[in-house]
């Protein structure tokens, strides 16, 4: 970043929860690079509109990644999470210091344009099962960017906001196994366990992916939380198949799982599709379904 990118800013106070913390700042491993010096500057103005606004936010997406694992690797935009009540607001006020504003998906995500240049606003997870709230503020840690004091996501939530991340054309799995390898004293399990609780098994995915990649590193995952997860398993193993044909594969990839919901009979996440080939009959014949 140049020298008036980096010039400081004299903050407004903030009090109540979302006041930023009177602490030492987190010390950040390493910073993404930006494309040119066009894009260094568009990421420095936009940082300070964000700060001005005094609407709060947090860094997540490679810049957190970054800052967690030490890995540098290029980056187009900034991603920046919110609390869905201010998502609107932030936008607003873009469109207020002239840039342009998009809503691509009314569900979670927002983005302020400059030029070729943009930055996302995100408030929950594409498939609605992120959203983004006080726990996200509270937990956050605190670094410095371009001379102003930012929150920055945790990384017990930035796992949790990049498990379900899992398409053909981008993965974000290794992101996860980077930040267990490089923060995993860091990471609350208790908590990111609570926040999967409806879908353990992903997050047993990537424990199990974590434990193959890095066999040496496997006791930076805590027993308790994988015995727990197994527990879970097998006791699943018991259960009678589900009745609903179901494709959470949705929950990943909606283009690569469309076959199975327009074509193979299977519900789409939140919908209802057909019967699994012979529940009818074990019905009738009164057996477990």
């Given at each position: 970043?140049?020298a ?5 800013l ?73 609390r ?18 998009e ?38 840690r ?49 908590r990111?366990?609570n ?9 047993l ?8 990649i ?16 197994l ?59």
């Open positions: 970043m140049n008036e990118a980096n010039a400081a004299t903050l407004a106070p903030r009090s109540g929860k979302d006041a930023l913390k009177n602490e030492p700042d987190m010390e950040v491993k390493a910073s993404p690079t930006l494309a040119d010096a066009d894009s260094e500057s568009f990421v420095a103005e936009a940082l300070e509109d964000l700060v001005n606004c005094h609407i709060p936010f947090l860094l997540a997406g490679t810049f957190a990644v970054s800052a967690y694992t030490g890995i540098s690797r290029p980056t187009k935009d900034l991603d920046i999470f919110c869905a009540g201010d998502y609107a607001r932030i936008l607003a006020h873009f469109k207020e210091k002239g840039y342009e504003i809503v691509e998906d009314d569900r979670w995500l927002g983005k302020v344009k400059k030029g070729r240049h943009f930055f996302d606003v995100i408030f929950a997870g594409s498939n609605g099962t992120m959203p983004i709230g006080d726990t996200w503020f509270e937990n956050a605190q670094i410095e960017m371009n001379g102003h004091k930012v929150r920055i996501i945790a990384p017990t939530e930035l796992v949790w906001s990049k498990c379900f991340v899992q398409l053909r054309h981008r993965y974000d799995g290794g992101d996860i196994v980077h930040v267990i390898l490089r923060a995993h004293d860091q990471i609350d399990w208790q990111l366990l926040h999967m609780e409806v879908h353990w098994e992903v997050l995915i990537h424990l199990l992916n974590f434990r193959w890095y066999p040496t590193e496997r006791d930076k995952v805590p027993d308790w939380l994988l015995d727990e997860l527990d879970r398993l097998k006791a699943q193993r018991e259960l009678p198949l589900p009745q609903m044909k179901i494709c959470r594969g949705r929950m990943f990839s909606r283009v690569d799982f469309e076959i199975d919901v327009k074509e193979w009979g299977f519900a789409d996440v939140g919908g209802e599709g057909e019967l699994r080939e012979g529940v009818k009959e074990e019905m009738a014949q009164g057996g477990p379904a």
